[in-house]
């Protein structure tokens, strides 16, 4: 997975198509404040942007609306930088991602891990249950839920980690915690994924 | 090596999840949140001088919606060309609380917007 963008923007995506303008010069136009090309903006990537976010904030989905507004107003803020290296739907979601990162770091430092979680033994759930639920097409609803249940520390930690593809370096340096105690949480999570993840497949 | 460390099955496990999760369906934004992304958007460019005016954008073959054309012929100032009618208009106030506002407007974002 690529470190660098998240991983919906890995395949190039060009705004090529016919009578679309392109993203250079729809970001001519919406430089220039043209009120129709910043609407064409919004209809194009707040899809994209959103579902993104959406994704990546499991369990707070009551911050997603904000949180994809941050991203719009950064974006106007700092449109002028826009070179068309990458698609304008990269450079999006590369705010976006760092808005999501600025969330996590931000809850990681103020959420601390429920102590009495912390010695729970967890079922094993094991890669071949999971090959099972794949193909089943149950993972993606399952993982879904059981993020959206899990306390927010290790869900935000589990996301960071997985889903972000973040080093246990970088979750340390940003949040201010040793690697070492990036590690014991990162466990902790894992196990109590793994619990509620076998209690959810169990009452289904 | 540390207990805490993940064993090999751990990592796949994860991984596997975070892959199949990842790009899980194409979520639609809720058109009540396009609709106040653009009002923000228009407001934040406001804010460092004046929008292009109506005459600018239609020139830029953006067409014009009913009340815009209305502006348009209407309201002579630059000022007033530049102004964002949007900010008086009803569809926008209806597209931004609403799913499916009933409007039927051609040309206009908020519509456009809860159509999509």
């Known amino acids: ?204 | 090596m540390s207990n805490n460390l993940p064993s090999e099955s751990d990592h796949r496990l994860f991984e596997l999840l975070a892959r199949e999760t990842a790009d899980a369906g194409a979520e639609r934004a809720p058109s009540p949140l396009k609709a106040r992304l653009l009002t923000a958007l228009i407001r934040k460019q406001q804010e460092s001088g004046r929008l292009r005016t109506l005459a600018e954008t239609r020139g830029a073959g953006h067409p014009l919606c009913i009340f815009e054309d209305l502006w348009e012929r209407v309201a002579q100032a630059e000022a007033a060309q530049s102004f964002n009618c949007c900010s008086l208009c009803h569809a926008r106030v209806l597209a931004q609380h609403l799913e499916r506002p009933r409007i039927y407007w051609g040309h206009c974002p908020y519509v456009a917007f809860a159509k999509k």
Not at chain 1, 36 to 61: C, G, Q, S, W
Not at chain 1, 83 to 96: F, H, K, V
């Open chain 1, 1 to 204: 997975m690529n470190q660098g963008q998240p991983e919906a923007c890995q395949t190039e995506e060009r705004s090529t198509a016919g009578e679309e303008r392109s993203d250079r010069e729809l970001v001519a136009e919406i430089l220039s404040k043209d009120r129709k090309a910043t609407a064409e903006f919004v209809a194009r990537y707040a899809d994209h942007v959103y579902a993104y976010v959406r994704r990546r904030l499991i369990p707070r989905a009551d911050l997603v609306e904000d949180l994809v507004q941050e991203v719009f107003l950064a974006a106007w803020e700092s449109l002028d930088k826009f070179r068309g290296d990458s698609s304008l739907r990269n450079w999006l979601l590369g705010i976006a991602r760092h808005k999501v990162e600025d969330h996590y770091r931000k809850r990681l430092r103020e959420l601390q891990p429920a102590e009495d979680e912390e010695s729970l033994e967890s079922e094993p759930v094991s890669p071949h249950n999971l090959e099972q639920a794949l193909a089943d097409r149950q993972a993606g609803e399952l993982t879904r839920e059981v993020l959206s249940i899990l306390p927010e520390t290790y869900s935000v930690v589990l996301l960071w980690r997985y889903w972000e593809n973040r080093s246990l370096r970088d979750i340390a340096v940003q949040t201010g915690r040793t690697e070492k105690a990036i590690e014991r949480l990162l466990a902790r999570a894992r196990q109590q994924f793994k619990k509620r993840w076998h209690e959810q497949q169990s009452s289904k």
